[in-house]
């Protein structure tokens, strides 16, 4: 059972533009939600993480967004660049244990 | 401060044959947990160990598949008599004993099954 879900499988935005990416989860429990990206054979990079009990979290170009009664997070990215190209997986964590999405691959058209 | 090393980076077997892949976890890790990325697929878990135990196994297929942890040295994923299907990315991700938020990655080992 899926318990990190992210239903977009890839989007592309124009450079300069905002990214959004999106993130559903269906444990009620998760105490952090994090954002990883990675590049084509390369391991995943930790982005940014939020806390169950904040809201919105925020490191430069990159937010996020936490509702907790809809059970849903999203990344922006603003502005986006075309380094920001890459797979990224949103994850939850409960206690020892980590849960991943299958991924959004964003693309960034120069 | 050296990173999540894995190796090998690529391994080719044939099949029936045993393939090893070694992580070593970032200085003063002591949890280490390895991941499988199936083509087209997300990052699926497969099992969670301290220094010489097995915390979590659950995602582990029951036949062919072992993981450990010793003392000394990095932590190893086995997989004895390797068929096509194994053919994947292995993550291998650490964290500190007091810091339970993020998980550090490795780089992979990229599995090929001839």
């Known amino acids: 059972d899926q318990q990190v879900k992210q239903n977009s499988p890839s989007l592309s935005v124009q450079e300069g533009r905002i990214s959004i990416l999106n993130c559903d989860y269906t444990?009620?429990?998760?105490?952090?939600f994090l954002w990883y990206k990675k590049y084509p054979a390369e391991g995943p990079t930790f982005l940014i993480s939020?806390?169950?009990?904040?809201d919105k979290n925020e490191d430069g170009r990159f937010t996020v967004f936490l509702n907790k009664s809809a059970k849903h997070l999203s990344l922006h990215i603003v502005p986006s660049q075309p380094g920001d190209s890459a797979v990224y997986f949103c994850?939850?964590?409960?206690?020892?244990?980590?849960?991943f999405g299958t991924g959004t691959s964003l693309t960034v058209i120069p | 401060n050296a990173g999540v090393m894995q190796n090998p980076r690529h391994l080719v077997r044939r099949r029936g044959q045993e393939a090893r892949l070694r992580c070593s976890p970032m200085?003063?890790?002591?949890?280490v947990y390895w991941y499988r990325q199936l083509p087209e697929e997300g990052l699926k878990f497969m099992v969670y160990?301290?220094?010489?135990?097995?915390?979590?196994e659950s995602g582990m297929p029951k036949e062919r598949f072992s993981a450990e942890f010793p003392k000394e040295g990095p932590s190893i994923l086995r997989i004895q008599q390797v068929v096509r299907g194994d053919s994947a990315a292995y993550f291998c991700?650490?964290?500190?004993?007091?810091?339970?938020?993020?998980?550090?990655f490795g780089s992979g080992t990229q599995l090929s099954v001839l």
């Open positions: 991700a650490s964290r500190s004993r007091q810091n339970n938020e993020k998980l550090f």
């Open positions: 444990n009620s429990m998760f105490d952090y």
């Open positions: 939020i806390s169950s009990i904040k």
């Open positions: 994850a939850a964590s409960l206690g020892n244990q980590f849960y």
């Open positions: 200085k003063g890790h002591s949890h």
């Open positions: 160990l301290q220094k010489e135990n097995i915390i979590d």
